[in-house]
């Protein structure tokens, strides 16, 4: 701890007094459960999306993006090309669903479209699913305290853990949301520096250093390969990878209810359009730092991948570039650790201890188990967490591939409440087991790549679902209200505004500024392509 020096844990300490601070002044605005969960509804759309940004673009990014380019070259940008369109789909058609209920939690979709067990049920899945992804960014930023700090990995998981904690418990969602906002400001200056700084230190001029990890293979973005055992090809990209992620974005209470904070229906779709725009960019900066790094280092093999950009940081010496890296990885995993700790409280304690415990609790007694949940889910993430130090393969692959188990369950649960008109809540009990069976078999006995779960997951539940629907209860001769044809009719049966602001609230309208994000997606791939071709 002695070489990190006095300027170092100064910026690091401002850093993290600052959060606890905004924590506490934010807290003071928190006296409902309304409040915790959606913060008023007072938060601008800017600040949302950034947060929603940061949330995602986690320390499992900083760390593990560069880490696995490191290893398999440009071609996991093809992974992360899909926003645009999964953002496309999410506000065209999940998000209405959500923000015209006014509910907190997106599960009570479940109970109104099939019943009480197909909540309870999708409900425990995410909670399960985000305990594993909390651990995972956990883990990720003890890393970063050990490398620079010295600090053991246990212990720094412990500390991370209580300062993450003791803000989201204090100001709730709003208090997310805006350390969000300076934690993601932070991770980009700390990422550009170590580019530029990067560029600086290289032997050869960038044009002659692309020119040979291009002689090496490791600048090609698209592979279409055909080669289901292949993780980064093109079609896992485009197709595998983008249905992942619009359950990631669709179906994830921890990304869906910043939005749900929004003023409007306009205010969410543009907090998510943020990130359709801004996700290339920002992966392009991370994957493109990992195959520089691969020619800076002449591919030397480290103890763990995930320390690369942590080494050359401490290589580079620069004062006070550890501190701000420290603090940018914290910035980045607290980002997401507290949207967890939050999100998860708010699914335990509406869709559990409301549901089951206490039907009839205040405002003001849920605000307190919130508060209490917000504790438990804290202390229950640190066992993974721990577990996950032996691991040393980029965390960014070891998320994507757990996380990949069980986004196949979330969207076919969805997919059939959305557009079937015969799924009932017994087939999607069913439907949803077999899925799992399907994935496990694939993992476990084949060598499919792991992007492609989640589409075969959700392909087994949709069409048990509606096998099993039919044979159990019977065929349906009318679309539920809470189908995509089904809100269609309401709203027009009804004579409401099928509008607000310009935006759409009817699920399967597409807005007229959505189309853009369709045409961004078209423009990446062809620059992508270009890249591939020209350099």
């Given at each position: 701890?002695?070489?990190?020096?006095?300027?170092?844990?100064?910026?690091?300490?401002?850093?993290?007094?600052g959060n606890l601070l905004l924590g506490f002044y934010l807290s003071k605005r928190i006296s409902t459960a309304d409040d915790f969960y959606l913060g008023n509804r007072t938060t601008p759309w800017w600040a949302?999306?950034?947060?929603?940004?940061?949330?995602?673009?986690?320390?499992?990014?900083?760390?593990?993006?560069?880490?696995?380019?490191?290893?398999?070259?440009?071609?996991?940008?093809?992974?992360?090309?899909?926003?645009?369109?999964?953002?496309?789909?999410?506000?065209?058609?999940?998000?209405?669903?959500?923000?015209?209920?006014?509910?907190?939690?997106?599960?009570?979709?479940?109970?109104?479209?099939?019943?009480?067990?197909?909540?309870?049920?999708?409900?425990?899945?995410?909670?399960?699913?985000?305990?594993?992804?909390?651990?995972?960014?956990?883990?990720?930023?003890?890393?970063?305290?050990?490398?620079?700090?010295?600090?053991?990995?246990?212990?720094?998981?412990?500390?991370?853990?209580?300062?993450?904690?003791?803000?989201?418990?204090?100001?709730?969602?709003?208090?997310?949301?805006?350390?969000?906002?300076?934690?993601?400001?932070?991770?980009?200056?700390?990422?550009?520096?170590?580019?530029?700084?990067?560029?600086?230190?290289?032997?050869?001029?960038?044009?002659?250093?692309?020119?040979?990890?291009?002689?090496?293979?490791?600048?090609?973005?698209?592979?279409?390969?055909?080669?289901?055992?292949?993780?980064?090809?093109?079609?896992?990209?485009?197709?595998?990878?983008?249905?992942?992620?619009?359950?990631?974005?669709?179906?994830?209470?921890?990304?869906?209810?910043?939005?749900?904070?929004?003023?409007?229906?306009?205010?969410?779709?543009?907090?998510?359009?943020?990130?359709?725009?801004?996700?290339?960019?920002?992966?392009?900066?991370?994957?493109?730092?990992?195959?520089?790094?691969?020619?800076?280092?002449?591919?030397?093999?480290?103890?763990?991948?995930?320390?690369?950009?942590?080494?050359?940081?401490?290589?580079?010496?620069?004062?006070?570039?550890?501190?701000?890296?420290?603090?940018?990885?914290?910035?980045?995993?607290?980002?997401?650790?507290?949207?967890?700790?939050?999100?998860?409280?708010?699914?335990?304690?509406?869709?559990?201890?409301?549901?089951?415990?206490?039907?009839?609790?205040?405002?003001?007694?849920?605000?307190?188990?919130?508060?209490?949940?917000?504790v438990v889910i804290a202390i229950i993430v640190i066992i993974p967490a721990i577990m996950l130090t032996g691991s040393t393969g980029s965390i960014l692959q070891i998320l994507s591939s757990i996380g990949s188990?069980?986004?196949?369950?979330?969207?076919?649960?969805?997919?059939?409440?959305?557009?079937?008109?015969?799924?009932?809540?017994?087939?999607?009990?069913?439907?949803?087991?077999?899925?799992?069976?399907?994935?496990?078999?694939?993992?476990?006995?084949?060598?499919?790549?792991?992007?492609?779960?989640?589409?075969?997951?959700?392909?087994?539940?949709?069409?048990?679902?509606?096998?099993?629907?039919v044979l159990i209860d019977g065929k349906s001769d009318e679309y539920s209200p809470y189908t995509i044809k089904g809100q269609i009719r309401k709203f027009e049966e009804e004579g409401l505004e099928q509008k607000?602001?310009?935006?759409?609230?009817?699920?399967?309208?597409?807005?007229?500024?959505?189309?853009?994000?369709?045409?961004?997606?078209?423009?990446?791939?062809?620059?992508?392509?270009?890249?591939?071709?020209?350099?």
């Amino acid at each position: 701890m002695d070489n990190f020096g006095t300027l170092n844990w100064s910026i690091l300490v401002v850093f993290i007094l600052g959060n606890l601070l905004l924590g506490f002044y934010l807290s003071k605005r928190i006296s409902t459960a309304d409040d915790f969960y959606l913060g008023n509804r007072t938060t601008p759309w800017w600040a949302i999306g950034i947060s929603v940004v940061a949330t995602y673009v986690s320390a499992l990014s900083f760390l593990g993006g560069p880490s696995w380019a490191y290893t398999d070259g440009f071609s996991v940008i093809a992974l992360h090309a899909n926003y645009p369109l999964v953002i496309f789909v999410v506000i065209s058609l999940f998000l209405p669903f959500f923000y015209n209920s006014g509910v907190a939690s997106i599960y009570e979709y479940q109970e109104r479209r099939f019943g009480p067990r197909a909540r309870a049920l999708i409900s425990g899945i995410w909670l399960v699913s985000q305990t594993m992804t909390s651990a995972a960014i956990l883990y990720a930023t003890s890393l970063v305290l050990e490398f620079i700090t010295g600090i053991d990995v246990v212990h720094a998981i412990i500390i991370v853990t209580i300062i993450a904690l003791i803000y989201t418990a204090l100001g709730g969602i709003t208090a997310v949301i805006w350390t969000d906002v300076a934690q993601a400001a932070i991770l980009l200056v700390g990422a550009i520096i170590i580019l530029f700084a990067l560029i600086d230190r290289m032997p050869t001029s960038i044009g002659d250093t692309l020119v040979a990890l291009k002689a090496e293979g490791k600048l090609n973005p698209l592979e279409f390969s055909f080669d289901w055992s292949h993780a980064t090809t093109a079609w896992s990209g485009i197709i595998a990878m983008t249905l992942y992620h619009i359950t990631v974005y669709g179906t994830n209470q921890m990304m869906v209810q910043r939005t749900l904070a929004s003023k409007t229906i306009g205010d969410a779709k543009k907090s998510y359009m943020m990130m359709g725009y801004s996700a290339f960019f920002i992966y392009f900066l991370f994957i493109f730092l990992g195959v520089m790094f691969y020619s800076y280092y002449e591919g030397v093999v480290f103890e763990n991948s995930n320390t690369i950009i942590l080494q050359f940081a401490n290589d580079y010496g620069l004062p006070g570039l550890m501190g701000l890296i420290a603090a940018a990885v914290m910035a980045a995993s607290m980002s997401s650790l507290d949207s967890a700790f939050n999100s998860m409280s708010t699914v335990a304690t509406i869709d559990f201890y409301q549901k089951y415990v206490k039907k009839d609790a205040t405002q003001e007694q849920m605000l307190v188990v919130s508060r209490w949940f917000t504790v438990v889910i804290a202390i229950i993430v640190i066992i993974p967490a721990i577990m996950l130090t032996g691991s040393t393969g980029s965390i960014l692959q070891i998320l994507s591939s757990i996380g990949s188990y069980f986004v196949g369950a979330q969207l076919g649960m969805f997919a059939v409440g959305f557009f079937s008109k015969q799924a009932t809540e017994k087939g999607v009990l069913v439907g949803t087991l077999v899925g799992f069976i399907i994935v496990w078999y694939l993992a476990t006995f084949t060598d499919v790549a792991w992007p492609w779960f989640c589409a075969v997951g959700a392909a087994t539940n949709i069409f048990v679902t509606i096998i099993a629907s039919v044979l159990i209860d019977g065929k349906s001769d009318e679309y539920s209200p809470y189908t995509i044809k089904g809100q269609i009719r309401k709203f027009e049966e009804e004579g409401l505004e099928q509008k607000q602001e310009g935006w759409y609230l009817v699920p399967g309208k597409i807005d007229k500024a959505s189309y853009g994000l369709i045409v961004f997606f078209v423009a990446t791939m062809l620059f992508l392509f270009l890249f591939q071709t020209l350099v």
